[in-house]
């Protein structure tokens, strides 16, 4: 069965919240959820929010688009990011909005390399701003640079566009302006297994977790001295 691993997942979920003594999932179907978090994360399946975070259900409003992207505000354009930020800010009152890319990104790589693929190309053109802030900021214009520095700014950059573009939004505007909601960028760096956070005084991004554990090799084993005859 080719679904099988999906079954057997499920499967696993509901034990640990509908059996084991854990009822979370009843009382969140009676009462309903209220997070205070909504994170708009890439679709990218290992930068989800609810497995970077180790979420429990009902812990987080979670929304996926490529690269974490956030056009600019147009209500006949955008109108379902609209209706979930509107949804999420106004009738269920979360209190922390967060952008969350990632490195290794392929939105952003399809955005700097480009792409023969039209959606993909439709999409990550509304980050070209990002991409052209990335070379300003390195120093080039992106046909000699070092690819890899260049993605890696790129990466950063689509961030700090998204949020501003977030903060453009109605419902983010208003709820910012009476102070009950925080808007943020986050990036998760998979390599390292590390969490940075933009901070817009020192416009750079900052660690949040806290550094990875150092792997110690071990010398490889010496054979035992010979003793002598």
């Known amino acids: 069965m080719p679904l099988k691993k999906l079954v057997d997942g499920f499967n696993r979920f509901r034990k640990k919240y509908y059996e084991d003594g854990n009822r979370l999932m009843e009382k969140l179907a009676k ?8 994170i708009i994360n890439c679709i990218d399946p290992r930068n989800g929010a609810d497995l970077v975070f180790d979420a429990e259900p009902g812990q987080q409003f979670v929304r996926s688009q490529m690269a974490a992207i956030i056009p600019p505000y147009d209500a006949k354009i955008q109108p379902e990011i609209g209706a979930s930020l509107s949804y999420a800010i106004d ?38 701003l990002a991409e052209r802030a990335a070379k300003a900021n390195i120093g080039t214009t992106g046909k000699t640079a070092d690819k890899t520095v260049l993605l890696r700014e790129t990466e950063r950059q689509v961030i700090i566009m998204s949020l501003r573009n977030l903060m453009e939004y109605p419902m983010v505007k208003k709820a910012l302006a009476e102070g009950r909601l925080t808007v943020n960028g986050w990036l998760f760096d998979l390599e390292k297994g590390a969490l940075f956070e933009y901070q817009p005084v020192k416009n750079q991004f900052v660690q949040l977790s806290a550094p990875a554990p150092q792997v110690v090799k071990k010398p490889p084993p010496h054979d035992p001295p010979k003793m002598a005859a």
């Open 31 to 38: 009462e309903g959820a209220s997070p205070d978090f909504f």
């Open 91 to 128: 009738t269920k009152k979360i209190k922390h909005l967060i952008v969350m890319g990632h490195s290794q990104c392929g939105g952003v790589e399809a955005l700097v390399n480009g792409t023969s693929d039209h959606y993909i190309k439709s999409w990550v053109k509304l980050a070209m």
